[in-house]
């Protein structure tokens, strides 16, 4: 009965505050809706009959025991500071407008992606009052396997951290069965390495992310929905789960951060009996013999880390390494993977993959050198493409939201403030055109899109001057231009390259991988040798380039780098004790400590 009284007084009345006539807050909550102009109902508790009664009713629904407790358009806003909040984050003028024009939405913001930055920016938004929804639906990889995952997006599941983990298993293997000895450890020879082992515990840890991932929305109060997300217009989508179970949902604004998937050859076998990194970091049984196809930095960091467990591994390369990398340090990170036992294939492309007649896959390959085109032929246990990935764009709908893409990647085309062509609807992420794939890139453009639109800051994501690290067994991190490209900006006359080989005292001993460490300064020399690229080839690179990346976004110079005193024994102070450059033409191998 007297729940459904307080139903009545919220569903009859665009802003409704059940109020108390003593409490001084709700005296503050109903002067802001005066001075902001707009009419609201209200019910003194205190004052009419059945009035504690029907604070219990309230306290039923809206789970506060205090007042004011104040709905708009039947959502619940909460308390005197929650209104004051909401006016502060710019909800409360939505709300306000959207009652005006009679516009009703179930959501503020739903973001189409379960990954990083999606998930990034549906929790800053929740933090701002917003109410907010995921979209997650994984669908299968075309492999053999059909691989799916949890909550969490390519980084969480088959990217950045099982990655990570099984680089730094590889890591361990490499320093127990080749260094160990000269440390003087014994039985070196008896190292072995399981892979079943390792994937059940990368997977059982990856498992607690997908669970952290869902508790975390629920505290935020922000709804998972495990479903398939398709634009029915600009302001709704169509949901479609796992039983085919249909239905639709609004929202004012949609954020679209569902990132991209490996992509697959369209020759015979490929799908029926190849596999993609998305199955490989799941994969239950050894891959014995490998091959990989590709040479970007997915393929290059597998092939490290499978070669430095044991496995024998293979890479087809069609062209150059790492594109879009600095060339130099691409072809000593393939280099220093030659000396760690990968194999490379180069100007070759795949044309057929079947089963041989022992049951073990053939691999027919027809090279590209020239007139030659002359075929070859391989025999593995695995073979995993790694040759690029395909937004996710194709199934979502967007031409009924009036989204553009790029018709030539599939990606979303957006504006310096990621919004689409729709105005109410943004992306972020490998999705958006132009934009790097990386995780925190994802994670940082989302969560400045939504302080944005929330009225807290007029800060647009700064694309440029981004670390970045390439996890093979000798590790490749920088941060701003490629040689090339900074010649190509600058001239080949304005600029000045530092560099220097030098080896890790870690590495001293065994000797492991002689001279193969090597960084370098890339300098503009009309603007006081101002550095605008930073490139190392050596250990911890990632956590030596973070470091340094800071240095570059506040346009240090060389003379920075040479007033900074280096920590000694380490490989990251050869940067500060460069004096060699390309120019001079003298040899950058080091020779003592």
Known sequence: ??????????????????????????????DLFSELAVQFGSVELDQIE??????????????????????????????????????ASGLLQDLLDALRIGQKYEYDLVVLGGGSGGLAAAQEAAAF??????????VPAPSPFRTVWGLGGTCVNVGCIPKKLM??????????????????????????????????????????????YETSLEKKKIDYINAFAEFV????????????????????????????RPRYPDIPGAKEFCITSDDLFSLKTHPGKTLIIGASYIALECAGFLAEL?????????????RGFDQQMANMVADTLSACHVKFIQDTVPVKIEKSIDNSLCLKVTGIKGADQSSIELYVDTVIFAIGRDACTKSLGLGNADVKINE?????????????SAPDIFAIGDVADGKPELTPVAIKAGRLLMQRLCGRTKELMDYTNIPTTVFTPLEYGCIGLAEEDAVAKFGQDNIEVYHSNFQPLEFSLSKKLLNKSYAKLICVKNENERVV?????????GEIIQGYGIGIKMGAKKSDFDSLVGIHPTSTEVFTTMNITKSSGVSSTKTEC
């Open 1 to 30: 009965m007297f729940r459904k009284i307080v139903d009545k007084f919220i569903n009859d009345n665009g802003i409704f505050i059940f109020s108390k006539s003593y409490c001084p807050y709700c005296k503050k909550v109903k």
């Open 50 to 87: 059945n009035g504690n009664e029907i604070q219990a009713a309230l306290y039923e629904k809206s789970k506060q025991k205090t007042v004011p407790n104040v709905y708009i358009s039947g959502r619940h806003m909460g308390g005197c500071s929650d209104v004051v909040e909401a006016q």
């Open 129 to 138: 009052g917003r109410k907010v929804a995921v979209c997650d639906f994984v």
């Open 167 to 212: 680089h730094n298993a590889a890591l361990l293997h490499s320093e127990l069965a080749a260094e160990a000895p000269y440390f003087g450890f014994k039985n070196h020879q008896q190292v072995s390495h399981g892979w079943t082992e390792m994937i059940e515990n990368v997977q059982r840890y990856i498992g607690t992310l997908n669970t952290a």
């Open 233 to 260: 217009d600009p302001h709704k989508l169509k949901l479609t789960d796992a039983e085919n179970l249909s239905r639709e949902i609004t929202s004012k604004k949609f954020i679209i951060s569902v990132g991209c």
């Open 310 to 322: 044991g496995i024998d591994c293979t890479v087809m390369v069609r062209s150059i390494f790492l």
């Open 408 to 420: 030539k990647n599939g990606k979303i085309i957006v504006d310096e403030a990621e919004q689409t």
């Open 533 to 541: 690229g930073i490139h190392y080839l050596g250990p911890n690179a």
